[in-house]
Structures are given as C-alpha cells and as structure tokens.
C-alpha cells in the first residue's frame, strides 16, 4: 500500500512562535441544549486542537488573544474569542459547516488525490483487515473506525469531519477512510502528530519522537510543562507454534497478534529521556527529584494497580504541582 499525504482539510496556523498559553474548558451544545460529541476544536492561530467526549465537553491549551473555531458536519462553524477566558461554552446551529477557506465541507475535501488515474494505491478494507476467526489478537488499535485530527511537521491541522482514522500497531500507520472501504496510510514524513478518539470517547494522542523510536509514533500518556510521558506501542505476528510429543505439548495452534510496551519519561527542563517500567521503584528511580509528590500521590490513590493510568495520572499530578 503506497504512503500518500492525508490530503483533508490543511488548515493554515501559525508556526512561528511559541505563543503563550492557558487551557480552556467547556462544552459544545446544539441550540436545544443538547451536548455534541466529536466536535472539532481549534485554536485559530495555532495548531493547538482538541475534539469533544460523549458528553460534548472539552479542555486544551489555546493562545489567550486567539479564538476557539468549533467545527462538526451538520452545523455552522462557530469563533468564539478567548479573551483569557478558562472556560468558554459553545451554542452551534444546525446548517452547512464552513472552515477557513470559507468553503463547505462536503466540497473542501480534495477528492481528485483518490482517482485511479493519478496512480494511488487504494486498499479496501475487506483485504486489508482480513478476517480470520483463528486469529487471536490484533494490529489494529480498534476494530472500529474513529474521529480525529493530525498536525504536519509544517504545524498545520488536518482535519475533516468525513474522514475516519485507525491505526495500525504492527507498521505504525496512521491509517485512515471515507468510505470505511478505501484505505490509505499517511506519509509518516508529513505527519507529525495525530490524536483519534473512539466511539467511547477515549482519547488517543500520538507524536513521533525520534529519540525513542525513529520508526514509531509514541503514545501520549501525559504532557505538560515539566513532564511528557510516552508509551512506545508495538504489535507482532507469533505464528502458530504448537508441539507435542504425545505427552507433553507448548505453544498455541493459533496466529496471535502481541502488543509491546515501552514507557519513557522526558523531563522537559532537562531535556532528559528516561526508560521507565510499570515498577514502583523503577519510576521513583527516574524521578527521584518527585520523591515527596510520588508520596502524596500514591496517598491520595491508595492501591492503584501501576499500569497506563496511573502513569497517565502521575504525570498531570507532577504537571500540575
């Protein structure tokens, strides 16, 4: 399958300056009051974005001076000015959505970049998720197609509410559909970051970041000023390997899909990038200067399992302390 640009909706922002920034809560309603999942947010000068959850609310980090721009198919784009506002609810009314170009959405999507006679590759779904009943496991992070956005390495957003995503574990493609039947694979040379969100509304952020992994996107577990933690998922195809010798036998007699984790802290200040593992002592090791705040939060959490959320949860405690 040949890696071609995700050619949506490139809206131009502002990569100049790292502009200051205050994060904003709120929620995103139709004019019945009625809350409105996977809206798309932006920052109207910067690459900064966000979708909303089941319950139509949301929180980022935005540029003061700039405006939220909320976006969903079947309502009227909406700017609404931040004014150093922390929290900023949005009324949309039904109608045609309009973006930047001032286009409409069923017409600002470049569809000549899927016609066959430009040369791309188009994979279909019933060949590229091959069903086989045997097969334990997956190389996809969901079964189901999902909501989301991209940011290019020129930090502009690509986003378009007719187009939904996946990603592939064991290639570390983002893959995504129209028609949830053509299904092509950004370039990993043009993106740089994405999130998808799934139709339960879990959040998932990924960067590419060379230092771990030159090949990978990493997970976003948590990031803010101090601390940016990453999980490094992969994904392998273990054959079938079932032995016996009438007594004794191992292995499975099946094809079974494997995910890897690897976790790294990144101190931002120092510009360090730790390995870490799911181990009590391994993450207070990495952050040994957190000694007396790694304290009061396993207080707070009591018994917690150490898995992704409690790293997740450890790092907006340290981000925010």
Same mark, same amino acid.
């Given at each position: 399958?040949?890696?071609?640009?995700?050619?949506?909706?490139?809206?131009?922002?502002?990569?100049?300056?790292?502009?200051?920034?205050?994060?904003?809560?709120?929620?995103?309603?139709?004019?019945?009051?009625?809350?409105?999942?996977?809206?798309?947010?932006?920052?109207?000068?910067?690459?900064?974005?966000?979708?909303?959850?089941?319950?139509?609310?949301?929180?980022?980090?935005?540029?003061?001076?700039?405006?939220?721009?909320?976006?969903?198919?079947?309502?009227?784009?909406?700017?609404?000015?931040?004014?150093?506002?922390?929290?900023?609810?949005?009324?949309?009314?039904?109608?045609?959505?309009?973006?930047?170009?001032?286009?409409?959405?069923?017409?600002?999507?470049?569809?000549?970049?899927?016609?066959?006679?430009?040369?791309?590759?188009?994979?279909?779904?019933?060949?590229?998720?091959?069903?086989?009943?045997?097969?334990?496991?997956?190389?996809?992070?969901?079964?189901?197609?999902?909501?989301?956005?991209?940011?290019?390495?020129?930090?502009?957003?690509?986003?378009?509410?007719?187009?939904?995503?996946?990603?592939?574990?064991?290639?570390?493609?983002? /893959?995504?559909?129209?028609?949830?039947?053509? !299904?092509? &694979? =950004?370039?990993?040379?043009?993106? @740089? *970051? %994405?999130?998808?969100?799934?139709?339960?509304?879990?959040?998932?952020?990924?960067?590419?970041?060379?230092?771990?992994?030159?090949?990978?996107?990493?997970?976003?577990?948590?990031?803010?000023?101090?601390?940016?933690?990453?999980?490094?998922?992969?994904?392998?195809?273990?054959?079938?390997?079932?032995?016996?010798?009438?007594?004794?036998?191992?292995?499975?007699?099946?094809?079974?899909?494997?995910?890897?984790?690897?976790?790294?802290?990144?101190?931002?200040?120092?510009?360090?990038?730790?390995?870490?593992? /799911?181990?009590?002592?391994?993450?207070?090791? !990495?952050? &040994? =200067?957190?000694?007396?705040?790694? @304290? *009061? %939060?396993?207080?707070?959490?009591?018994?917690?399992?150490?898995?992704?959320?409690?790293?997740?949860?450890?790092?907006?405690?340290?981000?925010?302390?």
């Amino acid at each position: 399958m040949k890696r071609i640009f995700i050619y949506l909706l490139p809206i131009l922002m502002s990569a100049i300056t790292h502009a200051q920034t205050i994060t904003v809560s709120g929620t995103v309603n139709d004019q019945q009051g009625k809350p409105l999942p996977f809206v798309f947010l932006r920052d109207s000068q910067h690459s900064y974005a966000t979708m909303t959850d089941l319950l139509g609310s949301f929180s980022f980090k935005v540029d003061p001076a700039s405006k939220i721009v909320a976006s969903v198919t079947g309502f009227k784009d909406v700017a609404i000015p931040v004014n150093n506002k922390t929290t900023v609810n949005v009324v949309m009314e039904q109608g045609i959505a309009e973006h930047s170009n001032g286009k409409p959405l069923s017409t600002s999507t470049s569809t000549d970049i899927f016609k066959p006679d430009l040369g791309v590759a188009v994979t279909r779904v019933s060949d590229y998720v091959r069903v086989n009943e045997g097969l334990h496991g997956s190389r996809f992070l969901s079964e189901k197609w999902m909501r989301g956005f991209a940011i290019s390495y020129t930090d502009s957003l690509i986003q378009s509410s007719d187009y939904f995503f996946n990603y592939d574990k064991t290639m570390s493609d983002l /893959l995504f559909t129209r028609d949830q039947r053509a !299904v092509f &694979a =950004a370039d990993k040379q043009e993106v @740089k *970051a %994405f999130t998808i969100v799934d139709e339960g509304g879990a959040f998932y952020d990924f960067e590419s970041v060379p230092a771990i992994d030159p090949k990978h996107y990493s997970m976003v577990l948590s990031s803010g000023d101090k601390y940016k933690i990453y999980r490094l998922l992969t994904c392998k195809l273990i054959k079938a390997n079932f032995t016996t010798n009438g007594i004794t036998s191992s292995g499975n007699n099946y094809d079974e899909y494997v995910d890897e984790n690897h976790y790294f802290i990144w101190n931002v200040k120092t510009k360090q990038l730790q390995p870490v593992e /799911l181990k009590s002592k391994s993450i207070k090791t !990495v952050l &040994a =200067a957190e000694a007396d705040k790694i @304290k *009061a %939060f396993n207080k707070e959490h009591g018994d917690d399992d150490i898995n992704d959320a409690y790293l997740k949860d450890l790092g907006d405690y340290l981000n925010n302390k």
